[in-house]
């Protein structure tokens, strides 16, 4: 069946440093994917999404590409920010149900 | 924007209570979400809704049931809450018809203890 598999955490970063988070997905048909965000006490936030092969998605300096040939969908940012510590959760739907990656946290240290 | 608003940030009843979580969606979307989201278990999806008075079962439906009697509302009961459903709930809407790809639109959850 359709899955997102996403790197575990917590990861740990200095202010400025880069960020990549891994997700990779297994879908039947022709999935959408989004990353979305959850900052403490707070609900999921759609933070970005593709819908075909080779989209960028982008948004408040995070981007991910989807990559049909490698299945994967990396969300990365140059230069993080405190601000940016958050849970961050990978996602997919082929249109039937939507699949969550159980979520990385983040932790950005000045 | 989007605004998908939860009756009760936070929630505490006590085990053998009926429980009523209510969500409400201002964007006329046609299908909405029930998950509960329990540390290192992710997000479950408990019951969706693809229109009014339609609902179907997620992955764990059991002691649970909804109601959607308008589009904009979708109601999460616990018949005779446990302590194992102390959890944050998490509603969410999207739109388009029953099978959409269209990225899904979350409150900001209620995280519910059952004493």
């Known amino acids: 069946g359709d899955s997102v598999t996403q790197m575990e955490g917590p990861v740990t970063l200095s202010e400025e440093a880069f960020l990549t988070i891994n997700c990779t997905y297994t879908?039947?048909?022709?999935?959408?994917l989004f990353w979305y965000v959850q900052y403490p006490g707070e609900g999921l936030q759609l933070l970005l999404k593709?819908?075909?092969?080779?989209d960028k998605g982008s948004n408040k300096g995070f981007e991910a590409t989807y990559r049909k040939e490698t299945t994967s969908f990396h969300l990365e940012k140059g230069s993080v920010q405190v601000s940016d510590s958050a849970v961050y959760f990978c996602?997919?739907?082929?249109?039937?149900?939507?699949?969550f990656g159980t979520g990385t946290s983040l932790t950005v240290i000045p | 924007d989007v605004k998908v608003t939860q009756s009760s940030r936070y929630l505490v009843k006590r085990t053998g209570e009926k429980v009523f979580l209510e969500c409400v969606q201002d964007?006329?979307?046609?299908?909405m979400f029930w998950y509960r989201q329990d540390p290192g278990l992710g997000l479950r999806l408990i019951y969706f809704?693809?229109?009014?008075?339609?609902?179907e079962k997620g992955d764990i439906p059991e002691g649970y049931s909804v109601s959607r009697e308008k589009k904009e509302r979708f109601s999460l009961i616990l018949e005779s809450a446990s302590t194992n459903q102390t959890s944050m709930y998490l509603c969410?809407?999207?739109?388009?018809?029953?099978?959409?790809?269209?990225?899904?639109?979350f409150g900001d959850g209620t995280r519910l203890s059952i004493l």
């Open positions: 964007m006329d979307h046609e299908n």
């Open positions: 969410a809407s999207s739109s388009g018809r029953k099978y959409s790809n269209q990225p899904q639109h």
């Open positions: 996602a997919l739907t082929t249109g039937n149900q939507f699949y």
């Open positions: 593709a819908t075909k092969a080779d």
């Open positions: 809704s693809y229109d009014v008075k339609m609902k």
């Open positions: 879908a039947t048909g022709y999935p959408s």
